[in-house]
């Protein structure tokens, strides 16, 4: 069944708009701010009320549906809740501003566009390249990869708290509740980041991903931002001085890059699923 939720994940971003009427995160900010300002609750209680408890109301939803109807009933779930757990926004067609000053050779309204629409500030255009590269693909990981990761490791219950942590580390204004959050998610980022890494010496360039990954497979405060672009950069054989006209086709090259890395995924799990 994950498999069939996963496929059909594709098809409902492909032909519809049903995630971005699914994925409506009012009620988790106003209790966040809530009981952030109510002072009285301990940043661990908080998490817990905000994650722990939602994820824990899942499982028992799931387990009672799961025996009924072959587990027909839990596929609308499961459906639901990957799609909310799926990031936030199109990181793509965000950049399509930024591309198109690109492409007229306007650096400086590169650099206010960046500013805007992607809260990047660059010390100059090829500072800004490597910080968009970044930028690309990180949120491709955290939107996408990420929770397909714990989605298919430990079913929907794991996408979700991925989620609702990453959403307590944007949106939180309490310093101890957002370091907290951020620990959490830094451990839950520790494995998929790295496998997304072996996609990237998969599908990319197999010698300069495995020589980063030989010094950062066991690095345990190594953050997980930081790494994904340098994997991604070094998978796509981007040097660090690149020249600025290349710009647009380096992003393009990415988007290609990540795409292979999905449809691996989707195939290795499309066979661990045959074979289990």
Not at 153 to 167: H, K, M, V
Not at 200 to 209: D, I
Not at 212 to 230: F, I, Y
Request: aromatic share 10%.
């Amino acid at each position: 069944m994950s498999f069939l939720v996963l496929v059909l994940v594709l098809w409902i971003e492909k032909f519809s708009a049903l995630r971005r009427r699914v994925q409506r995160d009012g009620f988790f900010r106003g209790e966040l701010v809530r009981l952030e300002r109510s002072g009285k609750v301990p940043p661990c209680w908080t998490l817990a009320i905000l994650i722990l408890a939602p994820v824990m109301l899942l499982v028992l939803l799931l387990h009672v549906l799961e025996p009924i109807a072959y587990g027909l009933l839990a596929l609308p779930v499961h459906l639901l809740v990957l799609l909310y757990s799926l990031g936030r926004g199109d990181a793509k067609a965000a950049l399509g501003p930024l591309r198109d000053a690109w492409r007229r050779g306007d650096e400086q309204g590169a650099l206010q566009v960046a500013e805007r629409d992607l809260g990047l500030r660059g010390e100059d255009a090829t500072h800004l390249q490597a910080q968009v590269q970044a930028y690309l693909l990180w949120q491709a990981y955290q939107s996408f990869f990420a929770v397909v990761f714990w989605y298919c490791l430990l079913g929907p219950a794991a996408a979700l708290a991925y989620r609702l942590l990453a959403l307590c580390v944007e949106h939180s204004r309490h310093g101890a509740v957002q370091g907290r959050a951020e620990q959490l998610r830094h451990a839950m980022d520790w494995l998929p980041v790295r496998v997304l890494g072996m996609s990237f010496a998969l599908v990319g360039n197999f010698v300069a991903v495995g020589r980063v990954m030989l010094h950062e497979l066991l690095n345990l405060h190594r953050r997980a931002p930081s790494l994904v672009a340098e994997l991604g950069r070094v998978a796509d054989d981007i040097p660090e001085q690149d020249a600025r006209e290349h710009a647009v086709a380096r992003l393009n090259s990415l988007w290609e890059l990540l795409l292979r890395c999905a449809v691996l995924w989707y195939a290795a799990f499309a066979v661990w699923t045959i074979l289990r």
